[in-house]
């Protein structure tokens, strides 16, 4: 799938045009995935032509703390990613839904893979973005037979690029076989998260989710569904999740920015509860929906409004 993105990019400290941000082929990170990335959306109100950005200061610390892992030195804070951010969407002015790919990169040429004294570059760019999984339809899920990383292989809790190997193996073996997306079971079995997604399931009423203990990336959209789950007066358990309550869940659904929230019909072609969207799934999608287009009173603080030109 080729993507378009928006006209203007940050790169290399300033605003460009995004022709011309441009790496060597001998970039770091390019040859040994030496990098770290987030992913935001942003929706587009037509009415009141804004863009509600989802959780953006959420995003920066969790996209500052996968540079922490790593160890590297990195010359922007939170506050000042924020302010680049919206001040290159306002530039961008879209008037469509938008992905933002901040990028945290060893930009220098040295050959080898090395994060001693290691100081990373900033790039910032910008897609229309839609549907990344359908929403709508019910997933048809596969438990890869690709293992997650691991803690201590690299870290699943940070967004390395290198590691993101990882999840293009499943997705790969997921898509070659006839399925939507994979579920990544960890080095102990336990069922982990797709391979760009948290996942949750329903049991009796209970909604829950691998810990994060379990190998998992920390999602911003896996938080705020528990969030708004407790809310709602649902009860949530974070816990190790074994393959087979994938099969004998009443419901099932992934969630994550890119994903959204999509519910998940089959798991390895066992039907996930009556093989529709669920009550838990549904009252949970339709709320999340509402709040990251900044259409739901009470749940302002996630949304940043950025009026557009
Ligand atoms: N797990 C993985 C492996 C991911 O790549 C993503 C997408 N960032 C998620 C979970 C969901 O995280 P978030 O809700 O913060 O986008």
Known sequence: MKTEALPFAFFQGKVVKIEDAKVSIMTNALQYGTAVFGGMRGYYNKKENYISVFRIDDHYKRFLSSIHILGCKFAYSASELRDITLELLKKNSPKTDVYFRPFAYLGHTNIGPNLADATMDFSLYMIPMGEYLPVDKGLSVLVSSWRRITENSISPRAKISGAYVNSALARKEALENGYDEAVFLN????????????????????????????????GITRRSIIQLAKDLNIPVEERSVARSELYIADEAFFAGTGVQVAWIREVDKRLVGNGKRGKITGLLQDKFFKIVRGEDEKYQEWCTKVKIK
């Open 187 to 218: 080095d102990r079995g336990h069922v982990c998260e797709g391979s760009a997604a948290n996942i949750f399931i329903v049991r009796d009423g209970v909604l829950i989710t691998p810990s994060i203990a379990d190998d998992i990336l920390e």
